[in-house]
């Protein structure tokens, strides 16, 4: 068994608008976690980095959620792509094995 993270914001989506039904798609994404996974740990997070389009820096709400699984990487990366789609972000980042990623 290995622990993974899964690293989603929220206040935004891709476009930089607000997310104004941020709980209701938070929960799905929480929904679908205990599903494929059994269960998880969600941590409150603030992430920033540089839009690359436009050079401004990017402040934003975000979900940390730790996942104990021995299930294939696929899975994990499958699942971060439905709160990706969920939450109408640009990506997702992971670390897997101790591999970091964007989905």
Request: proline content about 5%; overall charge negative.
């Given at each position: 068994?290995r622990i993974v993270t899964l690293?989603?914001?929220?206040?935004?989506?891709?476009?930089?608008?607000?997310?104004?039904?941020?709980?209701?798609?938070?929960?799905?994404?929480?929904?679908?976690?205990?599903?494929?996974?059994?269960?998880?740990?969600?941590?409150?997070?603030?992430?920033?980095?540089?839009?690359?389009?436009?050079?401004?820096?990017?402040?934003?709400?975000?979900?940390?959620?730790?996942?104990?699984?021995?299930?294939?990487?696929?899975?994990?990366?499958?699942?971060?792509?439905?709160?990706?789609?969920?939450?109408?972000?640009?990506?997702?980042?992971?670390?897997?094995?101790?591999?970091?990623?964007?989905?």
């Amino acid at each position: 068994m290995r622990i993974v993270t899964l690293t989603v914001g929220y206040g935004f989506d891709k476009n930089n608008n607000p997310l104004p039904d941020a709980s209701n798609l938070l929960q799905k994404v929480r929904q679908n976690l205990a599903q494929t996974f059994g269960g998880f740990t969600e941590t409150e997070g603030v992430g920033g980095w540089i839009n690359p389009d436009t050079g401004v820096e990017v402040m934003e709400a975000c979900k940390v959620y730790s996942i104990a699984t021995d299930k294939p990487s696929e899975i994990v990366e499958t699942s971060a792509a439905v709160a990706r789609d969920t939450l109408h972000q640009h990506s997702v980042f992971i670390v897997d094995n101790n591999t970091p990623k964007f989905v």
